[in-house]
Every structure is written in C-alpha cells, then in structure tokens.
T-cell receptor, first 113, second 116 residues
Framework: DVKVTQSSRYLVKRTGEKVFLECVQD?????MFWYRQDPGLGLRLIYF???????EKGDIPEGYSVSREKKERFSLILESASTNQTSMYLC????????????FGQGTRLTVV | AQSVAQPEDQVNVAEGNPLTVKCTYS??????LFWYVQYPNRGLQFLLK??????LVKGSYGFEAEFNKSQTSFHLKKPSALVSDSALYFC??????????????FGTGTQLKVEL
C-alpha cells in the first residue's frame, strides 16, 4: 500500500517560531502537495511539487515556503508562525498522471499560541 | 482557473434511504474528477474517480457517482445509506498535465449525517 507519513499528528508552537512540517512518501511519486484544512473552507492548496527541487505556488502560499531536496520528502516551512496559521495540514502525493488519485497522510494539527 | 463547488454544507438522510452529495466543477480541457471521504481526525481516503468512458462510476463502500458533462456535475450517490457513512465528503478536480505539473483542487466539503 502507498504510505504517506507526516512527522507529527499534533504540534503546538509559539508565535514567531520557525516551524517545519515534514512529509515522506514511499511510492516514488513525482507529485507532492501541501494543503491546509479549515472548517467551511475545505482543503486549500498551499504549494505543490512535481519534481525534486521544483515547486509551484498553490492558492494560498503567503507565509509559507517549501523544500523538496529528495523525491520522497516534501517539507512545509512556516518562516514566522502566526495564530492565523493554526490549522490542520494535509500532505498528499500522486504519480505524474492526471488520471491517478492522490494519497493523503494523516494530517498535522498545528496550533500557534 | 479550475474550481469545485459543493453547494451543501450538510446533508441529512435516514438510514436505508438513498443519498446524493452534489458537486459541480470548472476546468479547462477534459475533467478528471475524484471523491474522497474523511472520518474525524483522519486524512482523506479515496472513494472513486471519473477519467473517461461510462458516466456512472462505481467506487468503494457501495458508492457511485454520475458524471454529467453538459451540467458540469459529478454527484456522489448511494442507493441505501448506512449510519457508518456519516463523514465529511470532498469532491476534487485535476487539471491537465503541463510542464509544471497539475493541480488537484478540492471543494469545501459536505458533511453527511445518516440517522437511524
């Protein structure tokens, strides 16, 4: 089975801290995605990557950056965490084919205090 | 830009009755459409997809979805709902492959509540 693993289920950070959310997939997928999920807003795409060191902004990239140094790992970085970044963060991966579904990790619930 | 609309925040249905969760989409080119389900404090699980061919697509747990090109819709259906189907359902659309990869865009989700 495809496995997408996010490093933490729950995380509490202070305002202004630099935060790293890590995601690893074990199926050699080209595409990886970071979403945030908020009630009533669904899943909003922050960034996605279609190859090592390649990235594209999603719909809400402000306040975030990403890193993909290896194919299996995609990191989301909050340079200076703020309370409005308190959310559920979901990582996903998929092969580089339009007709294939994406596979999701369990999510990281981040609280910024 | 591609987009997905799920017009209902919540759908309530009695167990044993048929259910429908609505989804409409907008995308350039051929649509690739997906339904996912999310149980509390969990990630998303894939249910079914439409790529091409038959407009009625069958998926996991007895769910199916009907693709309608003229109405740009992809509604999720089940003939007989179960209490265990209660969850949050997301519709998603994938854009065409380009040199820069292809986005996967989700709707806002519909909470399905099945009652005895």
């Amino acid at each position: 089975d495809v496995k997408v693993t996010q490093s933490s289920r729950y995380l509490v950070k202070r305002t202004g801290e630099k935060v790293f959310l890590e995601c690893v997939q074990d199926m050699d997928h080209e595409n990886m995605f970071w979403y945030r999920q908020d009630p009533g807003l669904g899943l909003r795409l922050i960034y996605f990557s279609y190859d090592v060191k390649m990235k594209e902004k999603g719909d809400i990239p402000e306040g975030y950056s990403v890193s993909r140094e290896k194919k299996e790992r995609f990191s989301l970085i909050l340079e200076s965490a703020s309370t409005n970044q308190t959310s559920m963060y979901l990582c996903a991966s998929s092969p580089d084919r339009t007709n294939t579904e994406a596979f999701f990790g369990q999510g990281t619930r981040l609280t910024v205090v | 830009a591609q987009s997905v609309a799920q017009p209902e925040d919540q759908v309530n249905v009695a167990e044993g009755n048929p259910l429908t969760v609505k989804c409409t989409y907008s995308v350039s080119g051929n649509p690739y459409l997906f339904w996912y389900v999310q149980y509390p404090n969990r990630g998303l699980q894939f249910l079914l997809k439409y790529i091409t061919g038959d407009n009625l697509v069958k998926g996991s747990y007895g769910f199916e979805a009907e693709f309608n090109k003229s109405q740009t819709s992809f509604h999720l259906k089940k003939p007989s709902a179960l209490v265990s189907d209660s969850a949050l359902y997301f519709c998603a659309v994938r854009g065409p492959l380009t040199g820069g990869g292809n986005k996967l865009t989700f709707g806002t989700g519909t909470q399905l509540k099945v009652e005895l």
